[in-house]
Structure formats: C-alpha cells, structure tokens
C-alpha cells in the first residue's frame, strides 16, 4: 500500500469515528484516570501505561491524519530534532531540575531511558501543534506576521499547561516536592514551559508552511479534534478535583474551538461508540 492510499484509509477511519475518538475517549480515560487517583480500581487497571498511551495516541489520531499529508523530508528533520529536544530538556530536568523545577514521576508512563518516559513527544508536540493550529485560524490574516504569530502560540502552550499541570499534579503523573502556588505547580514550570514551547513553536514554523498547514486545515474538518479531546479530559480531571482556574482555562480553548467554527456540536450527541474497519 503506497502513502497516499495509506493517508486516504487513515483519514476515513478518523471521519467515520470522530465521535467515539474525540467525546468517548476523553470521557471515559477521565474517568477511568480519577478512578485509578481515588483507589477505585484494581492494581492491573489504576494507572495502566499501556492504557494510558493508547488513549492517548486515539485521541492524537485526528491531529496525525490531518498533519501527515504535509511531512515532507523538511518537516521530518524538523520533527527529529524538536523529538530529540524533548528527551534532553525532559531528561535535563528530571536529574538536575532545570528549567521546570524539582519533579518527579508518580505514575508509571510506560517504558523509559534514562528515566524520561519514550512516549514523552506524543504528550508534548500534538499540545504545541494544537496551540500553533487554533492560534492560525484566531488570528486570520494578521498570522502572516510572524513575530505575533510565535508569540502568540507561546502563549496558548502556556495557557494549555494552565490545564495540564495541575491536572497531572491532581492525578499524581508527576510531582513538584515543594510545592507550588498554583494548584502544586510551582512557577518555576511555567519558566521552564516559555523555554521549551518557544522552541518547539519555532521548530514547527520551520517544519511546515502556513499556507499549506491553512489549506489543508480548511479541507480537514476534524484536524483540531485532539484539542476538543484536550478540552473535555483535562477540563473535566480539574473539575473533579477543584482547579476552577484550570477548568475556566480549558472553557477558553472550548469557546476558540466555537469561535473557529472547528467544535461540531454534533461530536456530543449520545451515540453508540464503534471503531470501522482500518482494512
């Protein structure tokens, strides 16, 4: 099977399933995540790595199908190095604490070199793409620039880990020692977060043109369902656990989803979940 019929099965099978990928997914790894935080839940099922990155590897699944069409050799390379760069700055922190403060792992996330989890670029660089995506359709004409445009999405990285952090605190994925004023997080991260978002907001500027990230944005009506994924998993741990501030920050990406016209209503309407034939 050559690429472009592979990319063609790739983008039925995500249309054909956006509702149990996008709504059924999130829901149900929230729920299956408190769970496992509150000790509701067998050894074998609380806090599963293999189920945790699977979960998270459907919810990616749109964001792939849509960005896949458009990696070329320059955006591979680009890719490799930001990958690479994830494992230094992630391994870089876990043994020295720098840039994002002292912090360690609470929750098994699967397989690790060097104690840096190797699913680690399918956690970050689909958050950072989302942010880069959502940011070019918010701003229309005035993304061409691209001082506003960088900074800008460095800024939506950092309002995305506003949700995150204090989720994964909540859950025990990760934690600071000493705390943090908010919700656990220590400000510290936050610093850490400019360093490694800039980065990889740079990176994916040189990875992909915008013209063509745009055109097919427009032609791909679930490219940014990883973030409608984002907005009902995290958005729905932090409410469990209090973090309001996060809540109304994930009910921000929402109303960008809305404002974009990329949040179909129709993803929540009660269906029975199914996954079609990838053959």
Same mark, same amino acid.
Do not use: C, K
């Given at each position: 099977?050559?690429?472009?019929?592979?990319?063609?099965?790739?983008?039925?099978?995500?249309?054909? %399933?956006?509702?149990?990928?996008?709504?059924?997914?999130?829901?149900?790894?929230?729920?299956?995540?408190?769970?496992?935080?509150?000790? &509701?839940?067998?050894?074998?099922?609380?806090?599963?790595?293999?189920?945790?990155?699977?979960?998270?590897?459907?919810? +990616?699944?749109?964001? &792939?199908?849509?960005?896949?069409?458009?990696?070329?050799?320059?955006?591979?390379?680009?890719?490799?190095?930001?990958?690479?760069?994830?494992?230094?700055?992630?391994?870089?922190?876990?043994?020295?604490?720098?840039?994002?403060?002292?912090?360690?792992?609470?929750?098994?996330?699967?397989?690790?070199?060097?104690?840096?989890?190797?699913?680690?670029?399918?956690?970050?660089?689909?958050?950072?793409?989302?942010?880069?995506?959502?940011?070019?359709?918010?701003?229309?004409?005035?993304?061409?620039?691209?001082?506003?445009?960088?900074?800008?999405?460095?800024?939506?990285?950092?309002?995305?880990?506003?949700?995150?952090?204090?989720?994964?605190?909540?859950?025990?994925?990760?934690?600071?020692? %000493?705390?943090?004023?908010?919700?656990?997080?220590?400000?510290?991260?936050?610093?850490?977060?400019?360093?490694?978002?800039?980065?990889?907001?740079?990176?994916?500027?040189?990875?992909?043109? +915008?013209?063509?990230?745009?055109? +097919?944005?427009?032609?791909?009506?679930?490219?940014?369902?990883?973030?409608?994924?984002?907005?009902?998993?995290?958005?729905?741990?932090?409410?469990?656990?209090?973090?309001?501030?996060?809540?109304?920050?994930?009910?921000?990406?929402?109303?960008?989803?809305?404002?974009?016209? +990329?949040?179909?209503?129709?993803?929540?309407?009660?269906?029975?979940?199914?996954?079609?034939?990838?053959?």
């Amino acid at each position: 099977m050559d690429r472009r019929a592979l990319e063609a099965r790739l983008d039925r099978l995500i249309v054909d %399933n956006r509702f149990t990928i996008s709504v059924f997914f999130p829901l149900n790894g929230a729920v299956l995540l408190v769970a496992s935080a509150e000790g &509701l839940l067998p050894p074998p099922l609380s806090f599963n790595p293999l189920l945790i990155l699977l979960g998270t590897l459907v919810m +990616r699944s749109p964001l &792939l199908a849509g960005v896949l069409p458009l990696v070329g050799r320059r955006a591979a390379l680009a890719l490799g190095a930001l990958v690479a760069y994830s494992y230094g700055i992630e391994f870089l922190g876990v043994h020295t604490g720098v840039p994002y403060g002292e912090f360690f792992y609470g929750v098994d996330l699967g397989p690790t070199v060097f104690g840096v989890p190797l699913g680690l670029p399918v956690f970050f660089i689909p958050l950072v793409m989302n942010a880069y995506l959502l940011v070019a359709l918010l701003l229309g004409g005035r993304a061409a620039s691209r001082p506003l445009r960088l900074v800008s999405v460095v800024a939506a990285v950092l309002a995305m880990d506003l949700v995150l952090d204090p989720g994964a605190v909540a859950l025990g994925f990760w934690v600071y020692p %000493n705390g943090g004023l908010y919700y656990g997080v220590p400000l510290s991260n936050y610093a850490g977060w400019v360093l490694s978002a800039t980065v990889a907001v740079v990176a994916l500027d040189v990875a992909f043109s +915008r013209t063509a990230l745009l055109r +097919r944005l427009s032609e791909t009506e679930y490219m940014l369902d990883d973030l409608v994924s984002f907005v009902i998993l995290w958005g729905g741990i932090n409410a469990w656990f209090g973090n309001w501030v996060a809540v109304a920050v994930a009910a921000g990406f929402g109303v960008g989803l809305v404002r974009t016209d +990329r949040f179909d209503a129709r993803l929540l309407r009660v269906a029975r979940p199914r996954l079609s034939r990838f053959w």
